[in-house]
């Protein structure tokens, strides 16, 4: 059984439509890279899948379980919801907890209530992914640099004890050579039986680390990444 | 001198307890309280009920005690939920949601008063002494149990709570809400049952409150205006969604009061306190915690 599969998903927020009837589906074990350039709809496809849209309408079966569905108000109601079936997303622009600390920022991840008890044995695995996180657990995590917010917002995620990871843009803002660290991280973490959707800018940065990469164009996936790029540039030369 | 202290902590105590729930509220909800009053006034009759009762039944000592202690917070959290169903649950991923539910808390405390009058009638109903009569001697002034008592059981009540959200997964998950409701809601935490939560333990805190202020007052329609008022101005001069700023402000307002009511008259009280109030609020728009300056994005 397939971990994700989209049908026929449109979302918008109001009279704005940014998704038109895309299809995907994401089988047990694969990390997918998502490429395209910035407002084509990769943040809209992620935030969609756990409900965070202004609209949307078209089936989303997360392992066989309905979770789409046509919703036009309540932003977000049903996101905790959601998110407690075993989706993780490291959301863009991080939504960290500013004020709290950063061993409290990553132990909020582990919140549903069996993974709160092994929340000790999961921060440890956090550090081994991130090592500069582990001499800062306790400093509130409003002071922390970009790159440290971006580790913080993503082992927030790897916390929980999801099936599908959504990691929404991890170099976005950040020197080159952290986010390359940061990416290579990413794509060493053992999935099991999981997955792990990665939006990105950046295509070189993803290429022969994920399984398969998609390219996102105005709302619709294209097998055809370089279609996706546009005629512009590689996205490597606007980032860098 | 030592009179006046305490005193102010007396008042600091109570008031610091329903101005510690008027900042939970807002800070995780974004809902200004107004009905916050007629949860002050529900454990004052939940709890007077009890003693009613327990004259029947019997029951004396510190069993009544305990038994109008907790009543008096259970009441206070029950009400405090069916201020969070009308005017919380229904409203809270509508526009305009903080003017909304000021508005409807508003209408729930005009409501409710009324209410407290066709039920109970407008006489002043006193509780029964829950730490006894007498007082310690110490040098030249002394303390009574009734206000060794409040002290001790607010702070204590303050200081449980405090911990709870410090150390807890559900106290995590409020200050989480507290800070950023988007982040929040990406770890699976829900705005509405934890916002109920929330008006629960604000409610239990004001009933304790409650209770602790009815030991020198009585309860009556309208004896929840005035502790919503100083818990308001409290919760301001703290700044809203700060503990140790509410704390701070808790002390200097309860000093305030004690001194004017000591050295100058009673009825001056309000307008010192909104003096004080103004005061800050001119040099520290955010209130002496200044919590929100660098914690909302």
Request: hydrophobic share 50%; with cysteine; charged share 15%.
């Amino acid at each position: 059984m397939s971990i994700l599969k989209i049908d026929g998903l449109s979302a918008g927020y109001g009279p704005v439509r940014v998704l038109h009837d895309l299809d995907l589906e994401i089988n047990p074990g694969e990390r997918v890279g998502l490429v395209g350039l910035n407002g084509h709809g990769k943040t809209t496809l992620l935030s969609t899948i756990v409900g965070l849209t202004g609209w949307q309408d078209g089936s989303i079966e997360f392992r066989g379980e309905q979770i789409g569905g046509r919703r036009s108000h309540g932003m977000g109601r049903t996101t905790p919801h959601i998110v407690r079936k075993g989706i993780a997303l490291a959301p863009q622009g991080d939504a960290i907890f500013p004020g709290l600390s950063v061993k409290d920022n990553l132990d909020s991840g582990a919140y549903s209530g069996a993974t709160w008890r092994s929340r000790r044995r999961r921060r440890e695995r956090i550090l081994e992914i991130f090592p500069p996180l582990a001499k800062l657990l306790g400093q509130s995590a409003g002071t922390l640099s970009g790159g440290e917010r971006r580790m913080v917002s993503v082992g927030r995620a790897l916390m929980s004890d999801a099936t599908l990871y959504l990691v929404d843009e991890p170099s976005l803002g950040l020197a080159p050579k952290i986010s390359v660290n940061l990416v290579a991280a990413l794509c060493e973490i053992d999935l099991g039986d999981g997955a792990m959707i990665i939006a990105e800018q950046n295509l070189p940065l993803l290429e022969g680390r994920v399984d398969r990469v998609l390219g996102m164009h105005a709302g619709e996936l294209k097998l055809d990444v370089g279609e996706a790029l546009g005629d512009v540039p590689p996205a490597a030369g606007v980032h860098l | 001198m030592i009179e006046v202290l305490i005193s102010a902590a007396v008042l600091a105590s109570m008031y610091g307890l329903v101005a510690i729930g008027i900042s939970f509220t807002w800070a995780s909800i974004g809902m200004l309280n107004l009905a916050q009053g007629f949860i002050f006034t529900a454990g004052g009759y939940t709890a007077w009920l009890f003693a009613q009762y327990a004259e029947v039944w019997g029951i004396t000592g510190p069993a009544l005690s305990v038994g109008v202690l907790i009543l008096g917070m259970g009441g206070s959290a029950i009400a405090g939920l069916l201020v969070g169903s009308v005017a919380f649950l229904p409203l809270q991923d509508r526009a305009n949601f903080r003017t909304r539910s000021l508005i409807a808390t508003l209408a729930i405390s005009l409501i409710g008063t009324q209410l407290w009058l066709i039920f109970f009638g407008p006489q002043n109903k006193p509780l029964p002494p829950v730490f006894g009569e007498g007082r310690i001697e110490i040098g030249a002034g002394g303390i009574s149990y009734q206000q060794l008592g409040t002290i001790i059981v607010a702070s204590g009540m303050l200081a449980a709570v405090i911990f709870w959200m410090r150390s807890s997964r559900h106290g995590l998950q409020m200050r989480a809400m507290m800070m950023n409701p988007l982040g929040a809601a990406v770890v699976g935490v829900s705005v509405r049952t934890t916002g109920m939560r929330v008006l629960a333990i604000s409610g239990a805190l004001t009933g304790l409150s409650s209770v602790l202020l009815a030991q020198i007052f009585f309860v009556s329609p309208t004896s929840g205006t005035q502790p919503l008022v100083t818990g308001l101005i409290i919760s301001l001069a703290g700044g809203l969604g700060s503990i140790p700023g509410t704390v701070a402000a808790a002390g200097l307002i309860g000093l305030a009061e004690a001194l004017t009511a000591r050295y100058l008259q009673q009825s001056l009280v309000p307008f010192v306190l909104f003096g004080i109030v103004v005061l800050i609020l001119i040099f520290r728009p955010r209130g002496l915690g200044g919590l929100l300056e660098d914690v909302r994005e």
